[in-house]
């Protein structure tokens, strides 16, 4: 049996932008049906500027009450000047907050990535995304964000999937 519609499906959170061109704000996705989201974010480019995110919750598909999401106490991020599959996962440590500033090095590519437990948003709050904000003026920096939905509570073939918008 294939993982995909068992174990996991995947949604957008962005398609590749130049993050230092302007902010990159986040799709959002419902966790009603999944224990939990991966969240990756993968940056490429040559910019002297950093990596940062902010990640959001939000009470509707669209429109609604939307706030900060203060529970990233822990990220994972590969870090190096290009992304080759020799690289390790770092574990970096911060206090609660629904921001990551300065996440990697300057001038390397970047895999981030975040986890949050459906049990994690506020009550009444059923969707999250993750924005990138406006990265400074240095290059180009092009990040993607996927949602990686997880520990489905109703499992389907792939093509049966309700969409993880709605």
């Known amino acids: 049996m294939e993982a995909l519609g068992r174990l996991f499906d995947i949604s957008i959170?962005?398609?590749p932008t130049d993050a230092v061109a302007g902010a990159i704000t986040g799709k959002r996705v419902r966790l009603t049906n999944a224990g939990g989201v991966t969240i990756v974010v993968v940056c490429t480019g040559a910019s002297?500027?950093?990596?940062?995110?902010?990640?959001?919750?939000h009470n509707a598909s669209t429109g609604g009450t939307s706030q900060d999401l203060d529970i990233i106490t822990h990220y994972y991020l590969k870090d190096e000047a290009t992304l080759d599959?020799?690289?390790?996962?770092?574990?970096?440590?911060?206090?609660a907050g629904s921001?990551?500033?300065?996440?990697?090095?300057?001038?390397?590519?970047?895999?981030?990535?975040?986890?949050v437990d459906s049990t994690q948003l506020s009550d009444g709050f059923e969707y999250l995304s993750l924005n990138v904000?406006?990265?400074?003026?240095n290059g180009t920096k092009h990040c993607a964000v996927l949602y990686l939905l997880r520990?489905?509570?109703v499992q389907r073939a792939p093509a049966n999937l309700a969409a993880p918008l709605s």
Do not use: F, H, R, Y
Not at 48 to 57: A, F, R
Not at 85 to 95: L, N, R
Not at 133 to 137: A, M, Q, S, V, Y
């Open 133 to 137: 904000p406006d990265l400074g003026t």
């Open 48 to 57: 002297t500027d950093v990596l940062d995110v902010d990640l959001q919750e």
């Open 99 to 115: 921001e990551i500033t300065n996440a990697g090095t300057a001038s390397q590519e970047q895999i981030l990535v975040i986890e």
């Open 85 to 95: 599959g020799d690289e390790q996962w770092t574990k970096v440590t911060q206090s």
């Open 13 to 15: 959170g962005a398609v």
């Open 151 to 153: 520990d489905l509570t």
